[in-house]
């Protein structure tokens, strides 16, 4: 098809099938009209009733598949046939069509909207049998489901487990393989590779695909491909064939003769079409006259194509063609378009027509009495075909057509073979078939030979792995398919008795496997009989051994007390009387030695540590007390490998790699020398970070161990290093008569020397000449300058003869007698050995209860010298006789790993700093820890606490909470800014009220005076002062009268300051009551009656003041809830209820005098007072409202400060609201100041 590039200004042209031509779908198109033409010229099918057809070309391309189905849609096309026999109405029935899966997916999404039926001859993609998808889609191929379920099927047939993947990436192809992978999963088949191509892809993609082929170890090859796309393939393969393979082929190309000229697909085996005879067709193939050809442009392609003329003139000089001249014959050419002998899709396309033929007869004809009668003026729609092709039935030249419910026929496939002719060629041989409707497992019939890869005849293997024979099982391989897998032998006692078992199983008790494993044989049985020569042997040594053993038994029994005094072995296990009754040694136990190693590592603040130790009693008793030890010390341990020299290298690497990963810098090795030198030179292979070795006296000594340098600053504990005078010149003292004399000297000298004393012992030695020297010789045995062990046998030899000395010795008179003669037994020596206590060349000799002399331990270090080697030095000591925590003494300076001078730290996790303590990690040992900061109120005093504590009630801690201060102690203090302000106001308000009384006193026969009760207004003023003075009151630190004080003394003088209010509103409203005619108001409330007013309303504050002092009265406390982290002194109200009653009393007499005032407020005067009370009383209960929740919510000092602000503020109040105006006019307005005035109204 070609490609148009739109402007979108013009309209586009149609698209144009472009490319060469296929004589093969002209094949399938003339053959759609031989069936027309044949259906159209019987008298049974559809009699009287002509069927018409419309071909139109797709390109195989969906862009014109999809215009060519709005075109059958729209019946806008003419008809090429307009006589009388057929319709006009342009109304399409049914369609056939089209060959490739991908267009006819469009075609019948359109086509179905419209229930127009669509038949096809060659899609076989399996997503078409989707009856929602595709409600009007039939066909005469099979689906590609049923040509996948051949093709594994097939596979599995001849015992192919392990095959490559090819296909088309199209619609065909993906759907295809998607359904052959299903069916090989159930099939139990592996796929190597699956790779997809199409044949525009560029010619890099098909050859990655070729590669895959060429590289894979999958003998077989399934290509489930287009024979357009497999054309690409193979020709990119011919330019380098790969490795013999056995070719699958899918039906597309598997009879496709082009693909047959590759020669080395020789052998290919696929699924193909049925091959058909349809008689006639040939002929109408040939019958092609240049007239009819002429008139389609299909044929005139076809034949200028065939002959490499030109029909049209008009053509000559483009395509350079001569002009066809009428002598070209048809039958000459060798064509796709006449090969007839291989007639497959196009008996599809001669079914499919036939199909839609029989659902319009079955529509439109009725059978009556043996004639069929067809309705030619009948409405057809389409929506009848397609009910009438779910039904149809028939056969056609032998072929059975009919659809099953989602449009699919029944499958059938022939089985080909691509072999080898005589002459060479590739020829395409059926070998057998495969029927869908067969029961499962029959489908397939093979009757003739096939040829395979190579023209051999064996089926060719193709598997991951070669099938497990009996005795063995299957174990899959990690990461690979389940078809590869090793073949593993069955265990012991386990069969296997069929290929490819997946598992062994037991044989029954009385049962064993034979040599191969597939089967089960009795258990021979077996006993030793008397009649054996062996049992004979074994008899007589029974009896010699019963003997022997019983004379032994006698000895032991006489000598039970025998005492042994050991000089080298450790293990604490040997302290143990009840086991070892008669047991001593000279050397410390490991106890003592485990012991000694805890405190050193706890002395150098080590408490993250690794062990190993030997896998020996040794090592194991060793470890245990040193873990005993440790556990008390507080150390943690890290990790605890044991080993022992002759474990497995990879045992030994595990132990290596465990010191290389770990996180303690320490590493304690409680190991022989054997054991050690094992282990380090597996370390020396990859040095592991900078270690400090912990040796135990094993091998801490050692000098070969020294030679591994990354060993250097190693510590441990030592046998006490000592002398023996005059022992080396004994050892020295060699002659050879004396050697030769004594085997195991023999051994020494010639191992030595490397020489023979006796000339017949080893004919490769020199004979000794007795000119060695053993002076000269450097060996163990003359090293006499760390005697550590050999003293441990020079004492015990020592302690024996002492024991036997104080057996059988007596000292008289400086005289020392020993008796000869007597018959000294074991258990006396055993006696005395208890009780030895000597000293021998300054070294003490005993034995506690245990048999265990007073541990002594020399604290060694392996300390570099300046020429780079290392060597032994004795730093101090460890003396288990002092007093605990004064056992080590250092009397020299110790270098460190990596020659450091300082102790190198190594912990799980730093010490907490005072101000912390320690929270254990969650699984970790108890050195790993988290430093966590102590709570509020809270601290720690130590390194490392615990735990914190909280500080006294009167303490707070510091900023770095490790200790406790005092609280700072916060009151009211008159040194203070806001105090200094609050007293200053105070006074203020005092002198004001004052200098107003003066002022008053001074005018206090002026009418403004005189006209308002002077007397109540001194009193006012008095009781003012009063109130500005009681919040001087409630500064400073609380004491137990102040906290009395203040509280009655704010309480009773407001009281008397509201009552003179109170008293002069009832003045103001009395006043103007005496005016009307009759009142005698002021008879009754005159000033005796004020005086008796303000008395008693005071009083009763009075009495509510003093019994709140005399049942709970207020008291000073200190407030250490409000603030944490400071004392507040301030004073308890001792009774809450004694308090608000005050206030409450307070309130009351504020309230009734500003309703009053308000009722006063515009009686008729010049100078109303009640106006002026309303506004100073409207303040104070403003005031003393807000007062209430500021209080409670005031934290410390601030409440009494809130109480201060109270009682200025109201008192300030009534002070300018009520005496400020009467003051601006005596001072400032005089001559307002005079009765004509007053008594003037508004």
């Not at 912990?907 to 969650?922: F, I, N």
């Amino acid at each position: 098809m070609q490609t148009l590039f739109h402007n979108y200004t013009t309209e586009p042209e149609l698209p144009r099938c472009i490319g060469s031509f296929d004589a093969r779908e002209l094949r399938f198109s003339r053959t759609m009209i031989f069936a027309i033409k044949e259906i159209n010229n019987s008298t049974e099918l559809l009699p009287g009733i002509r069927l018409g057809y419309q071909i139109y070309d797709t390109c195989g391309a969906v862009p014109v598949a999809v215009h060519v189905a709005f075109q059958l849609l729209n019946g806008q096309d003419p008809l090429f046939y307009k006589d009388s026999n057929c319709s006009q109405s342009g109304m399409v029935m049914a369609a056939v069509g089209d060959s490739g899966s991908t267009p006819t997916i469009s075609i019948s999404r359109l086509m179905g909207s419209f229930n127009i039926p669509l038949v096809s001859h060659f899609a076989t993609c399996a997503c078409l049998s989707d009856k929602k998808e595709y409600p009007t889609f039939f066909r005469t191929i099979p689906s590609d489901d049923f040509q996948a379920d051949a093709l594994a099927k097939l596979v599995k047939y001849f015992g192919w487990t392990w095959i490559g993947a090819v296909h088309s990436d199209s619609d065909y192809g993906n759907n295809g393989m998607a359904s052959f992978l299903k069916t090989a999963n159930r099939e139990g088949i592996c796929v190597e590779y699956i790779e997809s191509f199409y044949r525009t892809d560029t010619p890099s993609k098909i050859k990655k695909v070729a590669d895959v082929i060429r590289r894979s170890s999958a003998v077989v090859v399934v290509a489930f491909a287009a024979d357009g796309d497999m054309k690409f393939l193979l020709e990119e393969l011919a330019r380098d064939p790969p490795p013999p393979r056995q070719w699958i082929g899918s039906e597309s190309w598997v009879t496709d003769q082009l693909s047959m000229s590759f020669s080395f697909c020789a052998g290919t085996i696929g699924v193909a079409i049925q091959q058909s005879v349809i008689p006639g067709l040939r002929e109408f193939l040939l019958d092609l006259s240049p007239s009819e050809v002429a008139a389609s442009s299909v044929l005139t392609e076809f034949w200028e194509e065939v002959f490499n003329c030109s029909l049209r003139k008009s053509r000559d000089t483009y395509l350079y063609r001569r002009e066809c001249n009428g002598t070209e014959d048809i039958r000459t050419v060798e064509s796709l378009y006449i090969d007839t002998s291989q007639l497959r899709i196009s008996n599809m396309v001669y079914k499919a027509v036939y199909a839609i033929a029989h659902a319009i007869h079955n529509a439109a004809c009725q059978n009556t009495n043996g004639l069929t009668k067809c309705n030619k003026n009948m409405n057809f729609d389409p929506k009848k075909i397609v009910a009438e092709l779910k039904k149809v039935k028939f056969i056609q030249n032998g072929y059975n057509v009919s659809f099953e419910a989602n449009g699919d026929p029944v499958a059938f496939y022939e089985l080909v073979n691509w072999q080898k002719s005589d002459s060479g060629e590739i020829e395409l041989v059926t070998v057998g078939y495969y029927d869908a409707s067969l029961p499962v497992g029959q489908e397939f019939r093979i009757f003739r030979n096939l040829t395979w890869l190579d023209g051999g005849t064996q089926v060719p293997v193709s598997a991951c792995s070669q099938s497990c024979p009996p005795g063995t099982r299957k174990v899959l391989q990690k990461g690979q398919p389940i078809c590869c897998y090793d073949c593993t032998p069955c265990p012991e006692g386990e069969i296997s008795n069929q290929t490819d078992s997946p598992d062994c199983f037991h044989c029954p008790k009385e049962f064993w496997p034979n040599a191969k494993k597939d089967v089960c044989i009795p258990k021979p049985v077996e006993f030793l009989s008397f009649n054996e020569v062996l049992s004979v042997i074994l008899v007589a040594f029974s009896i010699s051994g019963a003997c022997l053993t019983t004379i032994t038994g006698i000895i032991f029994f006489k000598h039970r007390t025998t005492p042994i005094v050991s000089h080298f072995a450790t293990c604490a296990c040997l302290s143990d009387k009840q086991q070892f009754p008669t047991f001593f040694r000279t050397i410390p136990s490991d106890h003592f030695q485990a012991d000694a190693l805890a405190k050193l590592v706890k002395y150098f603040g080590w408490t993250w540590i690794g062990v190993v130790h030997s896998d020996s009693d040794y090592g194991n008793n060793g470890m245990a007390s040193f873990l005993e030890a440790a556990v008390r010390e507080g150390i943690c341990v890290e990790y605890i490998e044991s080993f022992f020299r002759t474990d497995p290298q990879r045992k030994i690497q595990r132990v290596a790699d465990v010191i290389r990963r770990s996180t303690a810098v320490v590493v304690l090795a409680f190991t022989a020398i054997g054991e050690m030198n094992v282990l380090l030179k597996e370390l020396a292979r990859d040095p592991p970070p900078p270690r400090q070795w912990i040796a135990s006296e094993a091998w801490a000594t050692d000098p070969n161990l020294m030679s591994f340098s990354f060993c250097a600053g190693t510590i441990g504990v030592a046998i006490q290093q000592s002398i023996i005078p005059g022992l080396r010149e004994f050892l020295l003292d060699l002659a050879l008569p004396e050697v030769a004399a004594s085997s195991a000297l023999t051994e020494f000298w010639e191992d030595a020397f490397n020489c023979s004393l006796s000339e017949s012992a080893d004919p490769d030695k020199r004979v000794c000449n007795g000119t060695e020297d053993i002076k000269s010789l450097k060996s163990p045995y003359t090293e006499t300058s760390q005697l550590r062990i050999t003293n441990m046998v020079y004492k015990a030899t020592y302690a024996i003869a002492h024991a036997i000395h104080n057996a059988v010795c007596n000292k008289t008179n400086t005289m020392t007698q020993c008796e000869k003669h007597t018959k000294l037994g074991p258990k006396q020596v055993l006696e005395e050995l208890k009780k030895i206590n000597f000293s021998r060349n300054g070294y003490h000799v005993s034995f506690d209860a245990n048999g265990d002399p007073i541990a002594f331990y020399e604290l060694v270090n392996w300390q570099r010298g300046e020429s780079g080697v290392i060597k032994l030095v004795t730093v101090g000591y460890y003396d288990a006789s002092l007093p605990k925590g004064q056992e080590f003494h250092i009397n020299k300076n110790l270098t460190w790993l990596d020659g450091g001078t300082q102790v190198p730290e190594s912990v799980c996790s730093q010490s907490c700093p005072p101000g912390t303590h320690k929270v254990l990690q969650k699984g970790k040992p108890i050195c790993c820890y988290d430093c966590i900061p102590c709570p509020e109120g809270e601290i720690s005093n130590k390194t490392d606490s615990i735990d914190c504590f909280p500080c006294a009630k009167e303490f707070w801690p510091n900023m770095e909470k490790d200790e406790c201060l005092p609280k700072p102690v916060e009151f009211l203090s008159f040194t203070e800014g806001l105090s200094i302000i609050l007293a200053v106001c105070s006074v203020i308000g005092a002198c004001m009220a004052i200098i107003t009384a003066v002022i008053f006193l001074n005018h206090r026969t002026t009418p403004i005076v005189r006209a308002n009760n002077s007397e109540l207004s001194f009193l006012l003023l008095f009781s003012l002062t009063l109130c500005f003075l009681c919040s001087l009151t409630f500064i400073g630190a609380p004491s137990e009268w102040s906290c009395m004080l203040r509280h009655t003394a704010f309480g009773i003088t407001f009281v008397l300051c509201i009552s003179c209010v109170l008293g002069k509103t009832i003045v103001v409203l009395m006043a103007f009551k005496a005016t009307l005619p009759g009142s005698n108001a002021m008879k009754w409330f005159g000033p005796p009656q004020h005086r008796i007013t303000v008395v008693i309303l005071t009083f009763i504050q009075v009495m509510i003041c003093t019994l709140w002092l005399v049942l709970s009265p207020p008291f000073p406390v200190k407030n250490l809830t409000t603030h944490k982290e400071k004392i507040i002194l301030e004073c308890a109200l001792g009774s809450a209820v004694g308090f608000w009653a005050v206030l409450g009393y307070i309130g009351i007499l504020a309230v009734f005098c500003f309703v009053l005032a308000v009722l006063a407020r515009k009686l008729p005067d010049n100078f109303n007072e009640a106006k002026l009370i309303t506004f100073s009383m409207l303040i104070f209960c403003a005031v003393w409202i807000t007062f209430v929740p500021a209080y409670v919510s005031s934290p410390g000092k601030l409440t009494v400060a809130v109480e201060i602000f109270a009682i200025l503020a109201s008192s300030f109040g009534l002070m300018l609201c009520i005496f400020a105006p009467k003051c601006f006019i005596i001072l400032f307005q005089p001559e307002k100041n005079n009765k004509k005035y007053l008594m003037k109204k508004n």
